[in-house]
């Protein structure tokens, strides 16, 4: 049972454009969510995350929104720049930093220079 | 680098033969985990530590896993009895009740 959804198994975007990746889950009782970005043959890496108390965070080039009402989430990142291509992760737990993370199965981004 | 460290980047092994993969996490975290994944999946729980103690495994962790956390630093996770759909990349990583960090994985062909 796939608790997290990443329905887009890829994107593709102009550099200097915005990217949206998108996430849906099911599970009401996740309470905070996390973008990961993986490289081939590297572990992910910890992106950009968000409490279930707030609907928005941004860090630089990155933004998360968070809809609860729709348990749906979105990664926007302005402007897309050709090192941002990599596949990207969402993931949500029940409790920060709790025992485990349910992740998605990923979103490949190609940003075309 | 004080970032998660796993040993060894890839591993090759017969079906049957044994492997344990190491994890050492940042030194401060003492929360430590193990993923498991697959092509074209997402990074699956198999279990988790707090300190020395292993507080959760998963189902996909069969009898054949076994992972340890001796003294709450580096961590072992051993697969006895290899399978061929044991193939995959093996993830580490290490929190302190914040963002989960990474390890850059062990990938275990199994032949």
């Known amino acids: 049972d796939q608790q997290v959804k990443q329905n887009s198994p890829s994107l593709s975007v102009q550099e200097g454009r915005i990217s949206i990746l998108n996430c849906d889950y099911t599970n009401s009782m996740f309470d905070y969510f996390l973008w990961y970005k993986k490289y081939p043959a590297e572990g992910p890496t910890f992106l950009i995350s968000?409490?279930?108390?707030?609907d928005k965070n941004e860090d630089g080039r990155f933004t998360v929104f968070l809809n609860k009402s729709a348990k749906h989430l979105s990664l926007h990142i302005v402007p897309s720049q050709p090192g941002d291509s990599a596949v990207y992760f969402c993931?949500?737990?029940?409790?920060?930093?709790?025992?485990?993370?349910?992740f998605g199965t990923g979103t490949r981004l190609t940003v075309i220079p | 680098d004080t970032g998660v460290s796993q040993n060894p980047r890839h591993k090759i092994t017969k079906r049957g033969q044994n492997v344990t993969f190491r994890c050492d996490p940042i030194s401060e975290h003492n929360r430590l985990y193990w993923y498991r994944q697959t092509l074209g999946q997402g990074p699956e729980f198999l279990t988790y530590f707090q300190n020395e103690a292993q507080l959760e495994k998963s189902r996909l962790l069969s009898d054949r896993f076994s992972a340890e956390r001796p003294k709450g630093s580096f961590s072992t996770l051993e697969i006895q009895r290899t399978e061929q759909g044991d193939s995959a990349m093996y993830l580490c990583?290490?929190?302190?009740?914040?963002?989960?960090?990474f390890g850059q994985g062990t990938r275990l062909t199994v032949v």
């Open positions: 968000i409490s279930s108390i707030k």
């Open positions: 990583a290490s929190s302190s009740y914040r963002e989960a960090f």
């Open positions: 993931a949500a737990s029940v409790l920060r930093g709790a025992n485990n993370l349910f």
